[in-house]
Structures are given as C-alpha cells and as structure tokens.
C-alpha cells in the first residue's frame, strides 16, 4: 500500500481551479481508494485559478522531492490583451488604464520581447499567494489594501517568442525560470508598449521535461491511480 500512494503524477489543471483543488481532490481519492486516514499530497509549482494546464502532484514519500520539481523550467503559452490593465493583471479583476493600441506592430512587440531576454528583477503582482505577515497577499489585495511593500526577486527569462499577433491580443509563448510570474511580466511588456496589457489567457504546457500531453484529466484520476 505505502508503493501505491507513492506517486508522482501529472496532471492537467482545469480553469478556475486553484492548485490546491487539485491536491484535495487527488487525496481524497487516494484516502478512499486505499482506506486510510492521512496521507500527504502537494504539487510542484503553484498555478492560478485563471491559468490551466501542466501540474505535477507527488503523493506520500515522493512529496520529499517535491523541490526537485519546483526548480525545474517552466513553458506556456499565453495571450496578453493590449490597450487597458487589470489590477490583478488578468482576468480576475475588471479592466481599467485604457490607452491607444492601434499603433503598435509586430516589429515593437518583437523588440520589447528581447529586452525582457535574460537575468533580471520581477516584483510579484499583489494578487499572488506570496504571504506578508501571515496572510496570502491575494486576500489583502481583494480587502484594497494599500502600501504593501513587495520585494523583486531574481527570474530568468530564457526564451520569450511572439506566436500570434491579432490587435488587441498578442499570442506569446515563454520558457522561464521558477518563481517567475507571466502576469507581471505580461503587465511589464504593456508598460514598455506605452498602451497596457494583461493576462488573458494562459497554459503551462512544459515543466522541464514533462509535457502537458502526458498528464491526465482530473476526472481521470482514479483509473490512473
């Protein structure tokens, strides 16, 4: 039974559930299914409610290399809608700061691209799971909280490439490294534009090696198990 439990699974978040949806339901399978009490389950890597895709959970004794996981890169593929900003920096919250759009082409969204290439700082967006002072920055962001102190944290982008251009959506394509936030940086690019963006869809499509088209279905996850 201890083999059994011990997995590590790959699985595709679904919109609008949270990471730790996933865990839940994923353990409390496994308690059924095996008729026991506790067990530990925790995925690889957080993932938004509004973004879907590759989640790497482990269960039982292969939660202890759970940190081998999380340093790994991480690919998705993304849309960022130009011309406005949210204050969540996607779809969570409505949009606001709208500023002409029509004049940017591909050749300046190509070229901001490469300035973001590399080693550099990103400050986390406040509606994050980051906690300050004991609480998940998200619930004081929705309480409109004001003068949060958020420290810039050391990401690297190691390839960021434009797959669609269709004003106001730009289609994108990023490979990063972990701790790195595709909405600030989303919300970043629209900065450098001069005419705004947000996050407007999003999909974790590789974790290192794993690929997103090896994952199974949540509603999938008791006949794999």
């Given at each position: 039974m201890k083999t059994a439990v011990a997995s590590v699974l790959l699985v595709n978040k679904p919109l609008r559930w949270t990471s730790f949806d996933v865990v839940k339901k994923i353990r409390s399978s496994l308690k059924k299914k095996y008729n026991i009490n506790k067990l530990k389950v925790g995925h690889c890597g957080t993932l938004d409610p509004l973004a879907c895709g590759l989640l790497i959970i482990c269960t039982?004794?292969?939660?202890?290399?759970?940190?081998?996981?999380?340093?790994?890169?991480?690919?998705?593929r993304g849309v960022m809608k130009l011309g406005c900003m949210t204050r969540s920096f996607d779809r969570e919250t409505e949009e606001e700061s709208f500023q002409n759009f029509r004049n940017i082409n591909i050749e300046q969204v190509q070229s901001v691209f490469l300035?973001?290439?590399?080693?550099?700082?990103?400050?986390?967006?406040?509606?994050?799971?980051?906690?300050?002072?004991?609480?998940?920055?998200?619930?004081?962001?929705?309480?409109?909280?004001?003068?949060?102190?958020?420290?810039?944290r050391k990401i690297t982008i190691y390839e960021l490439r434009l797959l669609k251009f269709n004003l106001p959506f730009v289609s994108f394509e990023v490979k990063c490294s972990k701790g790195t936030y595709i909405?600030?940086?989303?919300?970043?690019?629209?900065?450098?534009?001069?005419?705004?963006?947000?996050?407007?869809?999003?999909?974790?499509?590789?974790?290192?090696?794993?690929?997103?088209?090896?994952a199974i279905e949540i509603n999938d996850i008791m006949p794999e198990i």
């Open positions: 039982g004794s292969k939660t202890k290399t759970i940190k081998d996981y999380e340093s790994l890169t991480k690919t998705y300035g973001f290439s590399g080693l550099q700082d990103q400050t986390p967006p406040i509606f994050s799971a980051l906690k300050v002072d004991g609480e998940r920055l998200y619930k004081k962001a929705r309480r409109g909280e004001k003068n949060i102190r958020l420290k810039s909405r600030t940086l989303v919300h970043d690019i629209g900065i450098r534009l001069n005419c705004g963006a947000y996050l407007y869809e999003l999909t974790r499509t590789h974790i290192g090696p794993y690929d997103l088209k090896d």
